[in-house]
C-alpha cells in the first residue's frame, strides 16, 4: 500500500523505466527535476529545443547530457510539438512542460494529427502527503477545469480513480467535496454529488467508492464525522477530492502547498499519456513527484 512519496518513488523503480519528452527543454527548474528523476532512476529524458540554450543551463547546475538524448529545435512551438510527436509515436511515455507558454504547449498536447487527445475530459490530478495523515490525498481539478457540469465531474471523476490505481489504492475512497453534507436544491454541487453517489451505487462509476455530499472536515476526519454523526464508507478516509470548482480546488491546493508540512506532484491525465504541467512556482521537489507520478500511470 502506498501512503507517501517514499512508497511511491519506491514503486516507481520497481517497475520499468519509462521515458519523458521535454518540450523546450531549457528551463533550469525543470533540467534539474529531469537530472534528479535520472540519477534516482525515475525515468530517463529525451530534451527537446535549443541545444546551446540547454547546454548552458546545463553546464550550470551540472548536469551530465551524454546521458540524455537532445533534439535540436529552436522555435518553441515546434519544439512543444516534436515532443508531444515523440509521446503518440512511442518514442517516449509521457511529456513535459519546460520553458514555453502553457497555451502553446496545450495546443501541441490537443494537436490533431500527433496531439494526445482521446476524446475524453483532460483534467488535473494533484497527489498530496500531508504531515499527520496516514494515507496520500488527491485533489482534483485544481488547474484545469474551472467550472465543471455534472458530466464533466464524472470524467474528473474517473481520471482521478485512473491515477489512484496506477498508485496502488485498488478501491480509492471519493468524496464529493461541498460546503454542507446534505442535499441542498438551493446548492447546485450538493446536487451533483449525491447523482454522482447514485451513479456509483449503480455501477455507472466503477473502480471506486463515492459517497457525497460531504464537507471537507467530515471527508477527511474521522472525528469530525463521528461528531456530526455523518456516516457511510468515506466520511473521515477519503482518498480522492473532488471540489466543485477550480476556485475552491485552487485555494486547496495553494493552502496545502504553502501553509502545511506536505510533499505533492500533480499531472494531466485523460489523454493517450500522462503530461506534466507544472507551474513555475512549484518547487523543485514537486516538479521532480510530478515526474514520478507521471512514470507510475505510464507504467499502469
Known amino acids: 500500500m502506498v501512503k507517501n512519496f517514499d512508497d511511491l518513488l519506491a514503486k516507481v523503480k520497481s517497475g520499468q523505466i519509462k521515458k519523458v519528452a521535454v518540450a523546450v527543454a531549457q528551463d533550469e527548474p525543470v533540467l534539474e527535476a529531469v537530472k534528479a528523476a535520472q540519477e534516482q532512476g525515475i525515468a530517463e529524458a529525451i530534451l527537446v529545443g535549443d541545444e546551446s540554450a540547454i ?12 546521458k540524455f538524448e537532445i533534439l535540436h529545435e529552436p522555435n518553441d512551438i515546434k519544439a512543444a510539438l516534436k515532443a508531444v510527436e515523440l509521446v503518440s509515436k512511442g518514442q517516449a511515455n509521457m511529456v513535459m512542460k519546460g520553458l514555453v507558454d502553457t497555451a502553446n504547449f496545450l495546443r501541441a498536447v490537443l494537436n490533431k494529427e500527433v496531439g494526445l487527445r ?8 494533484a497527489v498530496f502527503e500531508i504531515k499527520g495523515f496516514d494515507r496520500l490525498i488527491f485533489l482534483t481539478d485544481a488547474a484545469f477545469n474551472m467550472y465543471p457540469d455534472l458530466k464533466a465531474k464524472i470524467d474528473i471523476l474517473n481520471n482521478a480513480v ?17 460546503a454542507v453534507e446534505v442535499v441542498n436544491p438551493d446548492m447546485p454541487a450538493t446536487i451533483d454529488a449525491s447523482i454522482l ?9 466503477k473502480g471506486c467508492i463515492v459517497d457525497g455530499p460531504l464537507a471537507l472536515d467530515n471527508a477527511i476526519s474521522e472525528e469530525a464525522a463521528k461528531h456530526k454523526k ?9 482518498d480522492i477530492l473532488l471540489l466543485p470548482n477550480i476556485d475552491a480546488a485552487n485555494v486547496m491546493y ?27 512556482a512549484d518547487s523543485f521537489e ?9 512514470a507510475l500511470v505510464a507504467q499502469k
Open 55 to 66: 547546454k548552458k543551463v546545463a553546464d550550470k547546475i551540472g548536469m551530465d547530457l551524454t
Open 118 to 125: 482521446t476524446g475524453r475530459l483532460m483534467s488535473h490530478v
Open 162 to 178: 485512473e491515477v489512484a490505481h496506477a498508485v496502488g489504492i485498488d478501491t480509492p475512497k471519493v468524496a464529493p467535496v461541498c
Open 197 to 205: 453517489s447514485k451513479m456509483n451505487d449503480r455501477g455507472q462509476i
Open 230 to 238: 455523518v456516516g457511510g464508507p468515506v466520511a473521515g478516509k477519503a
Open 254 to 280: 495553494k493552502t496545502l502547498t504553502y501553509t502545511s508540512e506536505s510533499r505533492n506532484g500533480g499531472i494531466l491525465v485523460g489523454t493517450s499519456a500522462p503530461v506534466i504541467l507544472t507551474s513555475r
Open 286 to 294: 514537486t516538479k521532480t513527484y510530478s515526474i514520478a507520478l507521471a
